[in-house]
């Protein structure tokens, strides 16, 4: 099976963790939202498969090209 670590966009604080470990997820599902500017901004899935970890928590800083979660296909 392929991992796909997804990072973030932006330099923001995470807003919020929409779906967690185990879920699935399909291309373009929403995994969490980020803050930057006081703009909303979605992470989605890149590829369908299996949310096998959330590195990131609600109110934490990320940076820009960060891994925030790894999703198994």
């Not at 989605?44 to 960060?66: I, T, Y």
């Amino acid at each position: 099976m392929a991992t796909t670590e997804v990072a973030s966009e932006v330099t923001g604080s995470v807003w919020k963790v929409e779906l967690e470990e185990g879920d699935h997820v399909d291309e373009g599902s929403v995994i969490m939202i980020l803050e930057s500017m006081k703009m909303e901004i979605p992470v989605e899935a890149p590829v369908a498969g299996k949310l096998v970890d959330v590195r990131v928590s609600p109110g934490e800083s990320v940076e820009e090209d960060q891994v925030v979660c790894v999703i198994q296909s």
